[in-house]
């Protein structure tokens, strides 16, 4: 089991930036790809970014290609999101996930995604 808590959301300014981060616990965190997610009021779990178990390997949405940065700290157990330059599309409740740990790949597919953190809120203003 892979315990997952994000943190760092926050009502900020179109043009303004947040680090999410994640901290997970449970089990070894550097044996899972870490992926993050957003859900906007009213529309599906849509994919952000995912990040390989060393780090070396990183994909985004095209969405957010270039504003925004995934990184990981395994010795910390944590993941971040770097999000800037946001807008008010960027406004949803953000989620961090974890793949099985016989995954060396992220997807795009949150059913692909094991473990969920509870989410945290991001509110932008234009």
């Known amino acids: 089991q892979v315990q997952l808590v994000e943190s760092g959301g926050g009502l900020v300014q179109a043009g303004g930036s947040l680090r999410l981060s994640c901290v997970a616990s449970?089990?070894?965190?550097?044996?899972?790809?870490m992926g993050w997610f957003r859900q906007a009021p009213g529309k599906e779990r849509e994919f952000v970014a995912f990040?390989?178990?060393?780090?070396?390997?990183?994909y985004y949405a095209d969405s957010v290609k270039g504003r925004f940065t995934i990184s990981r700290d395994n010795a910390k157990n944590t993941v971040y999101l770097q999000i800037s330059s946001l807008k008010p599309e960027d406004t949803a409740v953000y989620f961090c996930?974890?793949?099985?740990?016989?995954?060396?790949?992220?997807?795009?597919?949150?059913?692909?995604?094991?473990?969920w953190g509870q989410g945290t809120q991001v509110t932008v203003s234009s």
């Open positions: 449970g089990r070894t965190f550097n044996d899972n790809v």
């Open positions: 990040i390989t178990r060393n780090g070396g390997t990183t």
């Open positions: 996930a974890a793949r099985d740990s016989s995954a060396w790949l992220g997807t795009r597919r949150p059913n692909d995604y094991l473990y």
